[in-house]
């Protein structure tokens, strides 16, 4: 039990286009969810935490404008990057986590590449 | 947010039991504590979570101390497949989620 999935898990974009990645939970109903960065050979830095049906909470640094998160169900949270830049190029995870668990379940990641 | 600190890296050889350490000296009351492995570009896996006391599932144990400010993973005899990045979180999971941040996390080299 606990699975979370996303998708895509790559993908590659030109500089200025918009990017969608979602977050599922397969087998739970998640209430909350959270979305992650990681750049190459460091922890991961959160970056917001979602409740469904209500705005994201973004950490300090990061701009709500440019990363869009939308929690509409309590299996679907998703975000998207605006206008991407390559210095957006990071892999992003997202967690979730139910209304009975303790703990959060992590997603496989998605691999951004900004050209 | 209660702050953990690990060590950055560790070595073992296949078969030998690790223990890894987390320091989280301002744990707070309703704070659980909560172990993961990372490989690379892979998510977090859970391993193991725990309150007070020992707590030992079927790939890993974990000891608390009586004060929390410390805890313990413990792999036994790890195989090269063991390598990997564990970090150490500390967070109020109860009654409302709250936030955790990840550490540096430990990256375990096991060696053949």
């Known amino acids: 039990g606990a699975v979370v999935s996303q998708h895509p898990s790559r993908v590659i974009c030109k500089s200025g286009t918009s990017v969608k990645i979602e977050c599922r939970s397969l087998?739970?109903?998640?209430?909350?969810m959270f979305w992650y960065r990681q750049f190459p050979k460091q922890s991961l830095m959160l970056m917001a935490t979602s409740n469904e049906g209500s705005k994201a909470t973004y950490e300090q640094g990061v701009e709500k404008d440019k990363f869009l998160i939308n929690h509409a169900s309590l299996t679907l949270s998703t975000l998207t990057v605006t206008s991407a830049h390559p210095e957006d190029s990071s892999f992003y995870i997202c967690?979730?986590?139910?209304?009975?668990?303790?703990?959060?379940?992590f997603g496989p990641g998605t691999r951004l590449l900004v050209l | 947010l209660a702050k953990t600190t690990q060590p950055i890296s560790m070595d073992s050889y296949e078969g030998q039991e690790v223990n890894i350490t987390c320091s989280h000296n301002n744990i707070a009351t309703n704070d659980y504590i909560t172990w993961y492995q990372q490989f690379p570009s892979q998510g977090p896996r859970f391993i193991i979570q725990g309150y007070k006391t020992k707590v030992t599932n079927e790939v890993a144990s974990l000891f608390i101390p009586a004060d929390r400010k410390s805890s313990t993973l413990s792999l036994p005899r790890v195989s090269l497949s063991d390598t990997a990045v564990y970090y150490c979180l500390v967070g109020d999971i109860a009654g409302g989620y709250q936030k955790v941040t990840f550490g540096t996390g430990t990256k375990l080299q096991v060696i053949p």
């Open positions: 087998d739970f109903q998640a209430t909350t």
């Open positions: 967690s979730a986590r139910g209304g009975n668990q303790e703990t959060q379940y």
